[in-house]
């Protein structure tokens, strides 16, 4: 066990060290990360920080709408992945752990792990993990087994998708973690694909709440990790846009959007034609529950006769 360990930190410590690793390799770039950045020893003994009860009961009443949001998505992934010895996490935005579904069984060898509700797993705490790697990168990982920076991590596996904002911001991150010795790496990509999809749906639930009052336009988009949708008021006017729609549409990453008329978004040359899809399909059925009325279906969908005479014309609908 003590070579295997010393083993770790050597490999860790040879790939932090080297300029070209890091260049090469993201994995390589997140030990560098926590080696120089985060001032960390990959051969640290001593287990998890975690916030105190007062910390933790303050930030989930801060996360209190993603949590609402994200509770009946996280028993659902549990129901798939529980069996097989694994526990569903949720963070907030800086890696804490706010909730946790796991076996009855399973409960106390998770907390040994570190892996429960106060749980500090930021990259800056624990050095390359699922959660930390995920939030500093804003992508969907796998860290499997010896991918941790920590040695005493080494025997988990763990897959993570982060989770934005109704604004684009990095509200959280999902991850399924297991510690069974004969979890394999394709397994371990079956269980990702299933985190990144219950993560984009808690996306498009949090954007909808948020935009309750505002019709929704979703965009045809075969990207499984990207929630394309973007919020429109009566006036034809853009109220918001989920992550994935504003890099589409080069708007601001995050924050409130500037007064952006509807149709100059979705009728830019270089933008995705789901977009235009979705606006002429819902155009299309308005029309036709009107039974071409379009002084009636211009009431349906909120904007003005006159506005979507233009709507129709620019989508060439007759």
Not at 70 to 84: F, M, R, W
Not at 154 to 177: H, K, R, Y
Not at 216 to 244: K, W
Request: hydrophobic share 40%; net charge negative.
């Amino acid at each position: 066990m003590v070579a295997k360990v010393s083993g770790h930190v050597d490999r860790v410590l040879k790939a932090a060290t080297d300029p070209r690793a890091a260049a090469q390799s993201r994995l390589a770039a997140s030990w560098r990360r926590s080696l120089d950045h985060h001032g960390l020893n990959p051969a640290k003994e001593s287990g998890v920080e975690r916030v105190s009860p007062e910390a933790l009961t303050e930030r989930r009443d801060r996360a209190e709408a993603m949590l609402r949001i994200a509770a009946p998505k996280l028993d659902a992934l549990y129901q798939l992945v529980g069996s097989s010895g694994c526990g569903v996490l949720l963070t907030d935005a800086e890696g804490v752990v706010l909730d946790l579904r796991a076996a009855d069984g399973d409960v106390a060898v998770f907390d040994t792990w570190g892996l429960t509700p106060g749980a500090d797993w930021s990259e800056a705490s624990e050095g390359t993990n699922g959660i930390g790697t995920c939030i500093a990168e804003s992508r969907r990982v796998i860290i499997h087994r010896e991918d941790h920076f920590h040695a005493r991590n080494t025997a988990m596996s763990c897959m993570d998708a982060p989770i934005f904002g109704p604004e684009g911001e990095l509200i959280g991150a999902l991850d399924v973690s297991s510690a069974r010795a004969d979890q394999t790496e394709a397994f371990n990509r079956l269980i990702a694909a299933m985190v990144a999809q219950t993560a984009r749906q808690i996306e498009v639930d949090s954007f909808r709440a948020a935009f309750c009052g505002a019709r929704i336009i979703v965009a045809d988009n075969d990207d499984s990790e990207a929630a394309m949708l973007v919020a429109v008021d009566r006036d034809d006017l853009v109220l918001g846009a989920t992550r994935g729609a504003r890099k589409a549409f080069g708007l601001t990453s995050n924050g409130p959007i500037s007064s952006l008329p509807a149709s100059d978004l979705f009728g830019r040359d270089d933008g995705p034609t789901g977009f235009e899809k979705a606006e002429r399909a819902a155009v299309i059925r308005a029309l036709s529950r009107a039974h071409g009325n379009v002084s009636e279906a211009a009431r349906s969908l909120g904007v003005g006769r006159a506005t979507l005479y233009r709507r129709m014309k620019r989508l060439g609908i007759t």
